[in-house]
């Protein structure tokens, strides 16, 4: 498993392509730019920014690997693999949900440092911003290794003027994951500032549950893979939408003057 986890780091960061890291950051500027964090004021966040990168391809490693291993080896324990597949909408909850807590929880490393290095104390505005920075970090990461991957298989503009739009379905699904990845980390950053952080940690492991159950969906033939994206779409649109409406409360708005 050590040497597997090792190939995907590698193969995380092979076939880099210039367009691919550019739309990344493209996406990850058009997002964070909704949040207005304060880049300049606070040249820190430019370090919580870059430790969510880091985390980024190690916390897919852990979930993808050890973590995905010891799910189904405890599933198998107690049911066959036909039943699991029968029962494949009930039974993806469980541990779709820890995987959305693992994720989560690695993601919110930085959040957590920065709260411990301001005494525990932080008001819900700089809790927020600080939390869309750390989850563009991730996501931005994570983005690019889509990115990669897909022009790896020789996508072109021409993929789109021979065979329609559908070609674009790949960078669509990561603009709104990289939303996503925001969106549930400034949130618990907010709860951070409220006295809440536990409960909205819990539920930003729901939001990555509801966007990634969607893939279960199609594999059922429930919703068709262009219904997915929408759904997806839609549910981060929600999110990312209650989080500004936070953001925007004045108590919410308020970012202290103290450096970390």
């Known amino acids: 498993m050590l040497q597997q986890m090792l190939q995907f780091f590698v193969y995380f960061f092979s076939s880099p392509s210039v367009w691919g890291i550019g739309l990344a950051l493209f996406f990850g500027v058009v997002w964070l ?5 304060p880049l300049v004021k606070k040249p820190w966040l430019w370090a919580v920014l870059a430790a969510g990168a880091v985390l980024a391809p190690v916390t897919l490693a852990i979930v ?9 080896l405890a599933y198998g324990k107690f049911w066959t693999a036909e039943t699991i597949n029968k029962w494949a909408l009930l039974a993806s909850l469980p541990s779709m949900y820890l995987f959305g807590m693992v994720r989560e929880g690695f993601k919110l490393l930085p959040l957590v440092v920065v709260w411990w290095r301001k005494g525990w104390q932080i008001t819900p505005g700089l809790g927020l911003a ?3 920075v750390c989850g563009a970090g991730f996501g931005i ?6 990115h990669n991957y897909i022009f790896s298989t020789g996508w072109s503009w021409e993929n789109v003027q021979l065979q329609g739009i559908g070609q674009l379905v790949g960078f669509w699904e990561s603009f709104f994951l ?3 990845n925001l969106a549930s980390t400034a949130l618990v950053g907010w709860g951070m500032g409220r006295g809440r952080w536990w409960q909205l940690y819990l539920l930003s492991a729901v939001v990555y549950l509801v966007v990634n159950y969607n893939y279960v969906l ?29 953001r925007g409360n004045n108590e919410g708005s308020q970012i202290d003057s103290k450096t970390v």
């Open 178 to 180: 990289l939303g996503a």
């Open 130 to 132: 600080t939390g869309a």
């Open 33 to 37: 730019a909704c949040y207005r964090p």
């Open 64 to 72: 993808s690997y050890p973590l995905r291993y010891g799910v189904s």
């Open 218 to 246: 199609v594999r059922k033939e429930i919703v068709s893979a262009t219904q997915a994206e929408f759904i997806i779409a839609a549910s981060v649109l929600l999110v990312t939408g209650i989080v500004l409406w936070l």
């Open 141 to 146: 990461l994570e983005a690019m290794w889509a």
